[in-house]
């Protein structure tokens, strides 16, 4: 128990350092969120759960010294973890005071801004010694007084502990390391706890003050650890201007005058103008890929698709749920690496559908069944200017609860209660509801379906509920007054399971897709539609003009262009018609002929194939210079 009193006490230690920092950056910005009318003081609690998973993952390395260290080396061992602890405290002072010049430059905690710098010690040194002469001095002040005293009481500090018998340290390892691990994961869900964590409220400050500098910085540099302009390169080599030219080109944007800060913003005009505030829902569901749309497996998409706009040739950008709600809320294509919607530099300031309705009065949200942390969507949501989040722990009583979360009919009820209450309150809204169903294990209700596969917890069942939420949804929002002035969308992330043997299974990132408003014609259009297109489609039927930097065309537009980019892994489709040509890091791109949902190679199309390795060059280059505004 010895081991677990001392660590315990540096536990303290760093959460006493964490508290210090924190509670002078509330008194510093209280002003600020004062009046906001959100509990600030949660951020202390919630600032405790990342200052605890900081401090566990900190003390990993002295449970494994302490434990497995032989007496013999008992002096060595010792002065190696006064050492530790001695950098480890003195980082955190470091952090913890160098959050204040930060923030007042950035308005956010140290993040991946506070790596980049590190990229530049010369010019930083520079800038430091030049305009941060007196924080820099209470800062090594304050680090050489807290080692003064810290070496002056810790001398000893951890040999009694390592002349102990091997044996009996060792066999404290595996419950102290447990305790460890739940200290690091701080999460009983289906992923550990994460920075999004902290993004429990609607005031940007608020959570900034909740997170944990030390954390934050360490969480970029687990994002960005490789060198993303060299791994671009391994596609081919072409300069920034010719791919954004050839961008625009390719997918029939159009634009007079280039903005710097945002070189596809443009203004779209309407083919519907209306007076109206339309309110906007787009349904996305989880997994749900074209070659389950049937009477048998989806008869509620098959008769909704009859009332409204079907999107016969939509394909989804990628493979992964990120991929698809950068899609379909912010007009993006898939960035090579990580999606944008875990990436440090799409948090903020990146553009979506939020940015877009917000200055007109929308209340915007996101809909979800399960924890909204789950691949950092709270984070995303609300750092790029959503309103509110809903998810698991906001439903009382849900009727079923499965593996990821509330049901979709859960899900599906709580949104129809919120919709009518912003439209009795008279202000339009846009929402983004999130379907978990169709994930496995395929957890869905008993007796809501006749199971397509009875008794089997399978893909056809969990797809058929999910279209069974689909059709309540509709049942309870036309007998709602809100119907007849809003636009919905449904459409799928990805597919279930993307495989097969081509190169890019093109066949795979087909997904349906369908729009219903009032006053729109029954179609079905067969021409090659993206996650993109769908959206600057959706915002075209909401009746206004707007300026927006979507990557895709609505298909009432006379430019709209029949093309997608799919990203499978590291490689990259560009279909045009029936031609595809894929890139690749370290191999020569080739073109393709879609035949028979398959790939046939065929003569080069060189201008097609710079075109697709415009794409992977031009999207990394907007999410790296954070160009997408």
Partial sequence: MEIFKKLFKYYVTMVALFFIGRVALFAWQFDRFADSGVNYWLSFLYGLKLDTMTASIALVIPLLVLSFTPKRFARVANTVLLIYFALLFSLIIYMEIATFPFFAQYDVRPNFKFVEYLKYPKEVVGMILA??????????????????????????????????????????????????????????????????????????????????????????????????????????KMSVDEALERMQKRLGIEIKEINASSPFMRLEPTHFPSNKKKNLVI?????????????????????????????????????????????????????????????????????????????????????????AHFDNMRSWFLGNGFDEVIEQKDYQNPSYVANWGVSDEDLVIKANEKFNQLYKAKTPFAAVMFSSSNHSPFDIPPGKIKEVKPGIRCVENAVKYADFAIGRFFELAKKSPYYKDSVFVVIADHNIRVYGKDVVPVKMFHIPALIIADGLKPQIYNRQTSQPDVLATALDL?????????????????????????????????????????????????????????????????????????FVVGLNYLYEKQKYR
Avoid: C
Avoid at 214 to 228: E, F, P, Q, R, T
């Fill in 131 to 236: 305009d941060y002469k007196l924080p820099l001095f209470i800062t090594f002040a304050l680090i050489a007084l807290f080692l003064w005293r810290y070496f002056k009481s810790a001398k000893e500090s951890f040999l009694n502990i390592l002349e102990t018998p091997f044996k009996k340290r060792a066999i404290w390892f595996l419950p102290f390391g447990l305790i460890l691990f739940m200290g690091i994961r701080f999460s009983f869900g289906h992923r550990p706890a994460n920075l999004s964590d902290a993004m429990y409220s609607t005031s940007r400050i608020v959570n900034e003050i909740a997170k944990n500098s030390l954390y934050s910085v360490s969480y970029a540099i687990y994002l960005d650890n490789g060198d993303m302009d060299k791994f671009i390169k391994r596609y081919g």
């Fill in 283 to 371: 349904f996305l569901q989880e997994s749900l890929g074209y070659q389950f749309i049937s009477q048998e497996i989806t008869p509620n998409m098959m008769r909704l698709k009859k009332e409204g706009l079907w999107l016969d040739q939509a394909y989804s950008n990628g493979t992964r749920s990120v991929r698809g709600i950068a899609g379909v809320t912010s007009g993006f294509l898939s960035v090579p690496g990580l999606g944008v919607v875990k990436r440090n530099r799409a948090q903020s300031n990146f553009w979506t559908l939020s940015k877009l309705l917000k200055p007109l009065g929308y209340h915007t949200m996101f809909i979800y069944g399960g924890e």
């Fill in 542 to 614: 909401l009746g206004k003009d707007f300026y927006y930097p979507i990557l895709g065309k609505s298909i009432f537009s006379e430019n709209k262009k029949d093309v997608n980019l799919m990203q499978f892994y590291k490689s990259y489709a560009l279909r045009v018609g029936d031609k595809v040509t894929v890139v690749q890091p370290d191999k020569k791109p080739q073109t393709y002929i879609y035949k028979d949902e398959h790939l046939y190679k065929t003569a080069h199309d060189r201008e097609l194939e710079k075109d697709t390795l415009a």
